[in-house]
């Protein structure tokens, strides 16, 4: 006989159940309602963006710019002498 199958014949049937059985199956579940949950907060954010574009800021978490950035450049000119 294997030892698996050893291990599998002595161990009591309320301890696969319980011990073994009935958390995986909870946290599987869990894990269900979780990816579920964030699914629909995505959809809701997804129905309130007008365009294709602001997704993708969002998505990158970049703030958005309601300004104009004016650079000034100073150029430094060198004399002919020099």
Known sequence: MSSLALFLKNVPAWFLCGGVFLPVAVLLLLLIIHLSWKLQEVEVELSR??????????????????????????HLHRSAET
């Open 49 to 74: 963006v007008r365009d294709p574009r602001d997704t993708m800021e969002r998505l990158t978490f970049r703030p958005t710019h309601t300004h104009i950035h004016h650079h000034t450049h100073t």
